[in-house]
């Protein structure tokens, strides 16, 4: 006779499903053959075991309803981040019901984790079952296809139109202006996030906002969108998410204090010009500590995220080593993908691929493992292949 589980323990079904929230970033990682991937199996295997038992059934099934998660009649409760990013990952696959039965095995379970992690339609197996449906795409703007609009009301000609232009000057000014200047950046990340909301696929775009030359400027806006997607993928919504937003859009705010010459020399910086980019962490907080309506996670990410995910030094320096807030992580991850797909003053674009394999290169030191792994899958869906880059630095 099975025991109710304490008030707040995960129940048996929770577990499975961070178990496979788990699996799916795993296998976006690492090889089906590799040993990571490999322990993270057993797990799924002895959840679904242990799920199925307490449920006296042979199965689990579960049924993607609108925003709900719901097994065997009962809604459950999809508060927590890996119910959520449970959700997005089998309704991006176009997956309405899965059935695991408990006498899955190991080839089943990678082969079900393939798909959902890399891309493609997850197929039935003996002992897991996929129900499919198929959805009409609205009629948006598929992000990161290389432009392809919606006419004059898709989400990236409504933000260039009527946002950006203003949005640059805007940031520019920041220096001097801070309570005008944020208000009218605060109104870029709304729409920005109106843009991901109507967007058909979560892929994550650099966007054709490149057109202008203002790099930190243009920089800033991508980090933002490839940050706010991060969010949006694990349920962070509404006031949260924008916060979120408008930190990444000021991460480098206090690069307008660094020398135009420092900022845009070529080649590896050292010595002097290298503390004084250093220092445009600091210099960032600094500044928007003199912001009064600014949210305080603005500051935080713009101090932290250069900090490394594991706590050990990199700069700046803080008082106790500890690991830098979610938003930070986030937009660590983005500033590193955009700053090597994008041309900068000093340095060429390297490839999409290229750029994923610099991330999971840092994965455990600068970066989550977990985080990652659902940014990889999140760039790949339905993404074009690129040729990789010869060995190099970005």
Known sequence: MSTAPAPGALTAVDRLVVSLVAG?????????????????????????????????????????????????????????????????????RSVERLTIGRDVDTEECVRFLTPMALGGAPVSTRHIVVGRVELLAPGGLALGRGGGGAGDDSPIELLTAHSVDGAREAFTEFRTDRRGGLVRLEQVVWSLMEALQRATREILPLAPLKTHDDYTFVH???VSLLTLAQARSFGIEGARLHAIGLAAFLHDIGKLK????????????????????????????????????????????????????DGQPNYPVPRVHRRPTLASQLTSISDVYDAICTTRPYAKARSREFALTVLTGRVGTFHSPALVANFVRMVRVDAPSAPSDPPGGA
């Open 220 to 222: 800033s806006v991508n």
């Open 24 to 92: 799916i970033n795993m296998r976006a990682l690492y090889g089906a053959d590799h040993p990571a991937l490999a322990s993270h199996v057993e797990r799924i295997l002895e959840a679904v075991a242990t799920a199925s038992r307490e449920m006296g059934k042979d199965s689990v099934t579960f049924l993607v309803v609108g925003q709900d998660l719901v097994v065997e009649s009962k809604p459950l409760r999809t508060g927590s981040l890996y119910h959520q990013q449970f959700i997005r990952a089998l309704t991006r």
């Open 258 to 309: 660094i020398p135009l010459e420092v900022l845009n020399k070529p080649g590896k910086l050292e010595g002097e010009d290298w503390r004084i980019m250093m220092s445009h962490a600091q210099e960032g907080a600094t500044h928007l500590c003199g912001v009064e309506a600014v949210h305080p996670l603005a500051i935080l990410v713009a101090y932290e995220h250069h900090m490394r995910y």
